[in-house]
């Protein structure tokens, strides 16, 4: 009845981004991990981030593709209310809950709850969050055309240092490594509208360098599980983060 | 530098209790899993117990001993201050990390540091937490006897449901299936005297179920990482609980 | 001016759940023991289920009907934006107000605003707690048929373990004793559309037990109050928890 | 087995302070409620106060004794580390244990666990907490001389606004009332070494004040307990307090 | 780039308020402070305030406009959803967005996010936060016809006790000195018909006053950001509270 | 009778560290800064050091010597238990209080009180604010040699990420600009036995670019208040950290 750890390393990853370059700043390093791992991985971007000082939306969609690619992620579109204007609505709740349920996957990211950070990225967090709930309950008319899906773990991840949960236990992915660190640079480089103004890009690496010294490793990236995870054994457990 | 996997399975287990029983009711189920897997685990009990309502120190060392057995655990005894006298001294938390030297353990079970509990759990758990990092100091002149040691990863226990901390994402070990849950069960009813007036057994064993259906199998038990948990990668993360 | 004793003990109980099951499942134990020492309790229940994986609306009320008449309760259903789709919405706080006013109960249970269970628990949680507020301000447009109405106390009630509040104390309400615990034994099995696939039931009885061996008594629910809890002496409290 | 309400009502009250003032300034209103009602009470105050700017221990030592009368109680000194040199030992605890053994009290009054405030004053509470649970084990040596004993409830009072705790659901007393008010004033008024330098008791009375407006009385006093609270029914509670 | 002191002495306070008289009530005498030191400051008020018990919403504009002008400052009303109406809508925030890019203040004043108060404070509260995020955004069409202006600080005031949020260092403006505490009362005063049934008034002053006797000063109003404060040097600091 | 400003930046600051390099490295931008602007600053080291696993504690002293002079400090050493071996004893905050009342400072930078670090800091840290407390209390008979002095504000420094408090909001100083920098890497140079094993500069350097980033700044340290800050109008402020 619960996946076994095979299924489980096979099931896609589904990631959730309330702007064309949240997902790829805030973790791409752990997309490009898993897919490089062999995992497939599929983004849904709910917004053309119309709002940005610099870059307009085509330009962003270009760019977004062009970042997904080189993660070797798939990319879809979902307009919710817009940029800078999403609102929490039953009925997003449900779109995204129908595309977990064609997705199927076994883990999903998501924004983090934190208020205090753009408006659209806790709104969205809440908004998957409550997705993946929907998606597993039989009863939702709008979902019937897809079987109920329910996922392994709902991870959400931090844009910004201030993004980052207090009350949860951090999980440090390792994404050290020549490869991962070139492909997650080059996925943000993609993002040429949004480099010009403010160093994005350096307070990412910056972060995952602070990240990867705690962690013992050279870079590593903090995602938080809102539920208890499940454990087979301890075995399954890594290392902690107690480096200094 | 990092022990590979295969090194950390192979690690031995090492579990401190306040009281003869406080290991065997907290998480006996989840040591009998990692003895069955073929890890070892080393059990140091700080008291006598002699505090308690009932039982001598005589008779609870016995059954300490036998408890230990069952789960497949050595044991020894190393008294500080005695049952409901322990306090916090810096040569405590030295005693404790010679034996981790010692012992070599990649994971340390220890107390939970709420503090609303009897008192000596939260000191142990405080002192255990302390002497993990001693033992990885390469100047502390009474350890020198012993090389330097770093630990995987200290996780913590709760003997009841209000030690379990707030503010920590736990982790749901599985113990589902007849005979972890039998040596656990045999376990704690090896505390004979302890089981005269109050169910602790039947509390545990609420606990677990409880924890259980949260996590969607028949029994769990909560541990809890005060520090971050570095993972390579996604696919050694298990299930989130999320069953209702 | 403030409401002597008397008067608080005949005060009605209002309970409102967002799905048929949701309060005879949290702490229907709660509602049989008051309506069994003379209060009187009405139910609104605010979708008619319909997300369920099971049970038809249709059936579902026929269920909460008798499910409530167990208990000593009445029933209304206040559809609002139906199940899995609530949303914050100020004319259901006013919708809400309105029922407080007619009803003008001494307590009101509602769930908690635990964040991470059903979306629509916390939202109605929310929703609850400002139409108390609303029932009581003079100058509200759509209330003025009835008169203004200022409630004792809110309690919180949680559905499942995860919706407990942590920074509040708990009220465990000791529902010990064979005719209280028949009767909520009796509502939950009413629910029978909902005892297919996953067993509610176990988890509210496994989780009564837990509070109840915490309480020093067989079973007990716990409640939550967000306010201050004024108090004319001590001696109207009643014992802590600490058990173990 | 547990306590009759009839027989909570007449156990002593029993409170603690780490200076001979604390008690009366932080809840000396509590406790003439509660004596006027035909409760008896017992002050342990565990130091002299002599770090204090102004007032010589002896001088201390007499409007102790004076306050203490008035509020209609008993009063004993038991040192000991001395003021402004309180230590965790459990040596202390020990004491303290013994204390409650002898009084038998049905509530006890501690300081609160803030760790921010007077350094006497967090660890005092930290004391009595843990005596309380030493109170009731049958086997400590050193209590051996006094059957084990169970208290009802342990409340903390807070001495400032910065010692009431952020996490525990406050239940405040009404104090209001002429006598009550009048002998709390006076109470305070009788240590008249502190009142020379700076206003203690204007800082009380605004507090209770305060919490007065909130509660829609005139005064009332913050209580708080860190175990649940175990009810028999909601009779036994009062109203919340939420009147802005 | 960024601004010098002295620019920010000059930029205006803007204030926003659910009601015609939150901002006086909760800091009024921050206000006059500030005012009277030079600056200008203007309120913006999101509700006639229809739903309180007293005052039509004709009487308490006048009343509000009165109040604003003792305290020296500028006031318009900005009716969003009603009184106890307010939902968290994307366009509310791109109005309040719009004021802050016209008055362009250094200092914006808005109620704290804790939840359990008037349903109306909070949501301000969240949507006062997401405009000065959004006004600085250089691609909200709604927003181009004024240029984008970051504001310095954001800063929280608590309309009641409970509403001082629990996890932020207060910052206590101290307000003591005859004219600017002169001031504030008359600013309270003025809403005349709001002084009828409930004593806010009194509420306040014994707030500040118990502040004040926190701050070592007469009377004190806290204020409270969510952001981390940015200083050239701790010369710029003032005291910590710790008089008692 | 409260400070003038002016007397605040002329009061020396006084900073107390567990080992030879916790200061500077945590700090040691801040006080560059602050000895620029002209104030004097005073060191407190409390071990020598002993227990790292490199660096005798004669050559950690003259490394300690070298690199508070870089700052502009003058240092002390004041040896309580040990490196290591640090308790809370009563005896060792008379030690600290009484340099303060020495050196009589404005400002104390002490190690911030989270728990999960080394077991050293969080107990000095609570030590100092124990110190700064008796060093105002008129009565305690060790410290009557030195005038009874009460500090401005007790600011903590966090070692590492983790030992930055959650609940506090976080005061970010500037430390940009080439000669304070300079300074700052200079003086964590001076540690040269510290630099073999682990990178600690780069930890440092690292957290204040990160800091920086989000302060819109270079580089910047961040300091915590546990008390609430008294400020005497909003001029003195600085920015609200929010730049992405």
Same mark, same amino acid.
């Given at each position: 009845?619960?996946?076994?750890?095979?299924?489980?390393? /096979? %099931? &896609?990853? =589904?990631?959730?981004?309330? #702007? @064309? $370059?949240?997902?790829?700043?805030?973790?791409?390093?752990?997309? !490009?991990?898993?897919?490089?791992?062999?995992?497939?991985?599929?983004?849904?971007?709910?917004?053309?981030?119309?709002?940005?000082?610099?870059?307009?939306?085509?330009?962003?969609?270009?760019?977004?593709?062009?970042?997904?690619?080189?993660?070797?992620?798939?990319?879809?579109?979902?307009?919710?209310?817009?940029?800078?204007?999403?609102?929490?609505?039953?009925?997003?709740?449900?779109?995204?809950?129908?595309?977990?349920?064609?997705?199927?996957?076994?883990?999903? /990211? %998501? &924004?983090? =709850?934190?208020?205090?950070? #753009? @408006? $659209?990225?806790?709104?969205?967090?809440?908004?998957?969050?409550? !997705?993946?709930?929907?998606?597993?309950?039989?009863?939702?008319?709008?979902?019937?055309?897809?079987?109920?899906?329910?996922?392994?773990?709902?991870?959400?991840?931090?844009?910004?240092?201030?993004?980052?949960?207090?009350?949860?236990?951090?999980?440090?992915?390792?994404?050290?490594?020549?490869?991962?660190?070139?492909?997650?640079?080059?996925?943000?480089?993609?993002?040429?509208?949004?480099?010009?103004?403010?160093?994005?890009?350096?307070?990412?690496?910056?972060?995952?360098?602070?990240?990867?010294?705690?962690?013992?490793?050279?870079?590593?990236?903090?995602?938080?599980?809102?539920?208890?995870?499940?454990?087979?054994?301890?075995?399954?457990?890594?290392?902690?983060?107690?480096?200094?």
């Amino acid at each position: 009845m619960k996946p076994t750890p095979n299924s489980r390393e /096979l %099931a &896609p990853l =589904l990631a959730f981004g309330a #702007h @064309p $370059d949240d997902i790829e700043f805030a973790c791409g390093g752990v997309v !490009a991990r898993e897919t490089r791992a062999g995992r497939t991985a599929h983004f849904v971007v709910c917004s053309g981030g119309e709002a940005a000082s610099h870059g307009s939306p085509e330009q962003r969609a270009i760019e977004a593709e062009k970042s997904a690619k080189i993660l070797g992620a798939t990319l879809e579109f979902l307009v919710l209310d817009g940029d800078a204007r999403l609102e929490m609505r039953a009925e997003h709740a449900m779109k995204l809950a129908r595309i977990i349920r064609v997705v199927r996957p076994g883990i999903i /990211l %998501a &924004p983090s =709850l934190v208020e205090n950070q #753009h @408006p $659209d990225h806790p709104k969205l967090g809440r908004l998957v969050r409550d !997705a993946a709930r929907l998606a597993r309950y039989g009863g939702v008319e709008e979902l019937r055309e897809h079987a109920a899906h329910a996922i392994d773990l709902l991870l959400h991840y931090a844009v910004t240092d201030e993004a980052e949960p207090k009350d949860m236990t951090p999980l440090l992915i390792d994404i050290s490594g020549g490869e991962v660190m070139a492909l997650w640079t080059a996925a943000m480089a993609a993002h040429a509208s949004q480099s010009a103004t403010r160093d994005y890009q350096q307070l990412q690496l910056t972060r995952a360098k602070l990240h990867g010294l705690k962690a013992g490793v050279e870079y590593s990236i903090p995602l938080f599980s809102s539920d208890p995870i499940v454990l087979d054994s301890l075995v399954q457990l890594g290392r902690g983060a107690r480096s200094f």
